[in-house]
């Protein structure tokens, strides 16, 4: 995934570079200097990889990588754990996943709205995650909700999430 944007990026340099071909004679004299390279293609191409280096290290931090996060982490889908806390260290963004792992048969996971998160309402059994690795894509911004269905997990032992997705 991350060669992948490296390569896209990569690309995005080089027409940079053919833009500022113009300018090369010029820089040309500078990077002989500093480079030491007495043949001007050899200057060329290290102009073309300093631009690329330079783009690569501006622009690859604030590409969206997406990202996996495993509910509650180490502790997983579990009740008497501040999702909240968890959730709150977090920034989750449109393309991210989440993970919540539990054993399966102990929890379960519903993807609910702000009024059933709130009051514990659990929807029909059909509308469980039961697999006890199951994978959530967050496909729009905004708010999403989660609650554990079984037995009264979410209003006695707080065990639901409520995160806001970022574009
Ligand atoms: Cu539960």
Request: some cysteine; aromatic content about 14%.
């Given at each position: 995934m991350a060669f992948c944007f490296y390569?896209?990026?990569?690309?995005?340099?080089?027409?940079?570079?053919?833009?500022?071909?113009?300018?090369?004679?010029?820089?040309?004299?500078?990077?002989?200097?500093?480079?030491?390279?007495?043949?001007?293609i050899m200057a060329i191409i290290t102009r073309i990889f300093v631009v690329l280096a330079i783009l690569n290290v501006v622009l690859l931090p604030?590409?969206?990588?997406?990202?996996?996060?495993?509910?509650?982490?180490?502790?997983?889908?579990?009740?008497?754990?501040?999702?909240?806390?968890?959730?709150s260290k977090k920034t989750f963004k449109v393309g991210d996943t989440l993970v919540f792992i539990y054993p399966k048969g102990i929890h379960n996971v519903f993807n609910v709205d702000g009024n059933s998160f709130a009051k514990c309402i659990i929807p029909p059994p059909s509308k469980a995650f039961t697999s006890g690795h199951d994978v959530v894509p967050l496909l729009a911004p905004g708010k999403m909700w989660f609650i554990c269905g079984v037995d009264d997990h979410c209003f006695e032992f707080n065990q639901r999430l409520v995160i806001d997705v970022k574009a």
């Amino acid at each position: 995934m991350a060669f992948c944007f490296y390569v896209v990026f990569g690309a995005f340099s080089l027409a940079f570079v053919v833009q500022d071909l113009v300018y090369l004679v010029e820089v040309n004299e500078i990077l002989k200097n500093i480079f030491c390279c007495p043949n001007p293609i050899m200057a060329i191409i290290t102009r073309i990889f300093v631009v690329l280096a330079i783009l690569n290290v501006v622009l690859l931090p604030t590409s969206t990588i997406a990202t996996q996060y495993v509910v509650g982490d180490d502790r997983g889908w579990t009740i008497d754990f501040d999702y909240q806390a968890w959730a709150s260290k977090k920034t989750f963004k449109v393309g991210d996943t989440l993970v919540f792992i539990y054993p399966k048969g102990i929890h379960n996971v519903f993807n609910v709205d702000g009024n059933s998160f709130a009051k514990c309402i659990i929807p029909p059994p059909s509308k469980a995650f039961t697999s006890g690795h199951d994978v959530v894509p967050l496909l729009a911004p905004g708010k999403m909700w989660f609650i554990c269905g079984v037995d009264d997990h979410c209003f006695e032992f707080n065990q639901r999430l409520v995160i806001d997705v970022k574009a």
